[in-house]
């Protein structure tokens, strides 16, 4: 007679590991979308528009503005902001 062999097979670990992987991407995306400010969670859905204010220098102050260095030959001046 022929020897049959009756033995439980050992399941595969692959359906566990693609889980766990799957669960760290939910959580992942869960933690990054948390972290975002309120409004730029709800732009998309708000609508309207999302493009950031430009940004702008500020105005020379004599006032509050360093003072040049005291090099030999330094002919700087400030800028006239009288001319606009």
């Known amino acids: 007679?022929?020897?049959?062999?009756?033995?439980?097979?050992?399941?595969?670990a692959w359906p566990w590991l693609l889980a766990l992987l799957l669960i760290l991407v939910l959580a992942a995306g869960a933690w990054w979308y948390l972290r975002q400010p309120a409004g730029a969670r709800n732009a998309a859905v708000l609508g309207g528009d999302t493009t950031p204010p430009a940004?702008?220098?500020?105005?020379?102050?004599p006032a509050t503005a360093p003072p040049y260095p005291a090099n030999q030959g330094d002919t700087a001046q400030p800028p006239d902001t009288t001319a606009h």
């Open 1 to 12: 007679m022929a020897d049959i062999n009756i033995e439980r097979r050992r399941r595969s």
């Open 55 to 61: 940004a702008t220098a500020p105005a020379y102050d």
